[in-house]
């Protein structure tokens, strides 16, 4: 009984974050010692509809970088993982892509950003997808790593063996084979390009005012009803994915992904 | 002939992948530290004026770097120990519950947080003004703002810790619900209670080391998360002592432009710290690096 009042009580708390967001993104006036906001309408809502509002073009800001980070990373790490895993110097790959993926973003960001300062790429929309996919790209090589498997290679080589060319054995083999890794890849670096603020605030020299950066504006400007809203908006595509597929929001090094 | 120039373009296209691969994950840390270094030892830089160690000086014999690298690794170790005891709590009572049912998708909701929405929550929920302050004065249990304890913006990294825990924990539950069944644990535990092991005995000498070993690297790995996390530690921490990249990040940026060269000499030697952490990892678990491919 305390158990399931236990569980009860921690899935109660774990839904509460998304309810007091909701709350405060109704809210305007929020004096202190008020439990809830003065006002609560959907003001704040109807203005992000207006194509001129800085959070809608925020959210398509956030969307256009983030879905161009996941396809490049999801492709090009596809094609070169395939040589990492089956590589001699697998392991000593592996070790130089786990460089980048344990060094903060933000700190990457400060080492390269000189580099994107000459060739004038701060404070660009390609600078910062760039730079996120220099991030991202050693974070998509281990999550494919694992699913080069000796079993696959052997399907492979049968394809070879009955006289399938190179493209077929890609397109009709290794393709439907390998949809589950490239879902998984896809999602989690659309998450991380997606939560990222410390390196597109760095190389993006706030120009270019993604979800993250709009929430740390509004909350240096002390609009915290609006940095709730920009909170709901950034929860919005993981839940979505949470409901498709649970799945494909987590990852942990080392999974197996079976073909 | 044919089947020699095929082979030839293959191999071409395999080091050309390798080379791209070396080229996109080194050159930007590599060509990045170069330029640091310069910077850091007065080369380059618009204030600078010719070689000097003063800026590594600085940062090597003073206090802030050591601060901010110390503060940081506390705040990681306190937050994965915590989240650890929570996660294992979580995931060997509820071991059904976590398979079906409610709580198995509600245990994912939390990874559907960034740091950034979760540190500006928690901002909201522990400050002096927040939510459970007003909860407290609204049921007569403070008579004024001040009385709240200060959660956030504190010198202990409160309000960053409990961020980071509540943050971490749903994954461990995961990882170590996940693991508890792959590793078949119920089997091994059966076997040891045929040989008379108590249920401490179980939970001591069977589950935890199961699961703490196979789980090690991605223990380490989240230690070094925390400790360069930056959004969580930007919101809700204070000026000093601060986090590491918090730390680097205001050197970089500030107005006073003598203070960038010590910021590239303490991102480099953040780097370098990392760098070796990753080496000591590799060559103590070398299996964590092999899959089938290459067992």
Redesign the interface.
Known sequence: MIKKLLQYGFIVSIGFPVAFLLMLSLGRRWAYPNVLPEQMNFANWEFLQRSDSKLFQAFFVSLGISLCVAIFTTSIGFLISKLIAYSKNRNFYLVLAYIPYLLSPVIMAVIFQYYFIITGLTGTFLGVIIAQFLVAFPFGIIIYINFWNPQLKSIEELSYTLGGSRWQTFKKVLLPLSKNAIMLCFFQVFLISWFEYGLTNLIGSGKVRTLTVSVFNFVTEANIFYAALSCCLLILPPMLLLYINKRLIFFVEKTKIEP | MARKLNLKKHLNS?TL??L???A???L??L???V??TLYSLGFVGVLNKGFTTENWEAIFFGSPFWTSILFSFYVAVTSIVLSLVFSLS?AL??KK?LQKG??S??????????????A??M???LSK?G?L???G??AGILSE?NQFPALINDAYGIGIIITSVVLIT??FV??FSNMYRSENIANYKQLASTFGATKLQLLTKVTLPILLKKSS??IY?FV??VM????IP??LGRQSPQMI?VA??QK?QRFNLYDIPK??AM?IL??LI??S???LL?FRN?D???????A
């Open positions: 395999k992948g390798q791209f691969f070396i996109v994950v080194t930007p840390v060509s990045g530290l330029y640091a979580m009572s509820w519950a409610a709580l998708t509600a245990m994912y909701l939390p990874l559907c947080f960034p740091g950034t929405v979760m500006f929550f901002f909201q929920l003004s939510f302050s007003r909860l004065f609204t703002l749903p994954f995961i990882l690297v991605t790995l070094i998360f360069g996390s930056y959004e930007l919101l990249s680097i990040l970089i910021g590239f991102s953040y780097v990392i760098i952490v990753l080496l590799y070398r964590f690096f092999k899959t089938e491919t290459n």
